[in-house]
């Protein structure tokens, strides 16, 4: 199993440009979840789902989009970049079994706004 | 809200123990983790407690809970440079059934050789 991949690995966007940060698991899980760490601070949760056609909102969602048309793929989309979010970005997924599931994260996107 | 605090960095030296402390507020956290983060990487589960615990060991690493206090601890015996790296506590409780964690700003571990 390649367990959870994100691309691209680094990119550079202009203020006001659009990307989407790639996720898939293989898996099978059925909760996903999308965090982005800022310099010296913990993750913080962006947007999360439970199952394909299920998404919700985190603790800082505002300025991202996701979606979740299958259970291998989740990803999140930056509609107008602004500096803010310049940040390293991960995506974990879980299998939600019990509660002491780990979620397993992905390499992480680094993304830098100017 | 939930708030998990953690001291931002230790030094060691190779063969000592090391223990990164964490301090969280929601006094219904029913799971608590410690996850490590080595360089360009993404999380990797190290171990968890549950609330219910005092104690659990596993292998070179000891966690303990004080519940009274809201203290978590993670000690890591005959530490080694490939200890090197970000230890983040987190967190999770009910009623949430998402598995959302919450995590501290993560303790910067460096050891000298």
């Known amino acids: 199993n390649a367990g959870v991949t994100q691309t691209p690995k680094f990119r550079i966007l202009k203020i006001g440009q659009s990307m989407t940060l790639q996720c898939t698991q293989d898996?099978?899980?059925?909760?996903m979840y999308w965090y982005r760490q800022d310099p010296g601070m913990g993750l913080k949760l962006i947007y999360y789902?439970?199952?394909?056609?299920?998404?919700d909102k985190g603790e800082v969602p505002n300025g991202y989009n996701v979606s979740r048309s299958t259970t291998e793929d989740f990803p999140l989309r930056l509609e107008l970049a602004a500096p803010s979010q310049t940040s390293v970005y991960f995506c974990?997924?879980?299998?939600?079994?019990?509660?002491?599931?780990?979620?397993?994260f992905g390499p992480g996107t680094r993304l830098t706004v100017l | 809200g939930e708030d998990v605090e953690q001291s931002l960095f230790l030094s060691v030296r190779e063969g000592d123990s090391s223990v990164i402390n964490c301090t969280y507020t929601?006094?219904?956290?029913?799971?608590l983790y410690w996850y490590k983060q080595e360089p360009g990487a993404g999380l990797q589960l190290l171990t968890y407690?549950?609330?219910?615990?005092d104690m659990k060991q596993d292998q070179r690493l000891t966690v303990l809970l004080n519940k009274k206090d809201k203290h978590l601890s993670l000690r890591i015996a005959d530490t080694q440079t490939g200890d090197s790296a970000i230890y983040f506590c987190?967190?999770?409780?009910?009623?949430?059934?998402?598995?959302?964690?919450?995590f501290g700003q993560g303790t910067t571990l460096q050891v000298k050789p």
């Open positions: 974990a997924s879980s299998p939600r079994t019990g509660w002491a599931d780990t979620q397993y």
């Open positions: 898996m099978n899980h059925n909760y």
């Open positions: 789902s439970v199952g394909a056609g299920i998404t």
């Open positions: 929601d006094s219904s956290s029913t799971y």
């Open positions: 407690i549950f609330s219910n615990m």
């Open positions: 987190a967190e999770t409780s009910p009623p949430s059934n998402t598995g959302k964690l919450i």
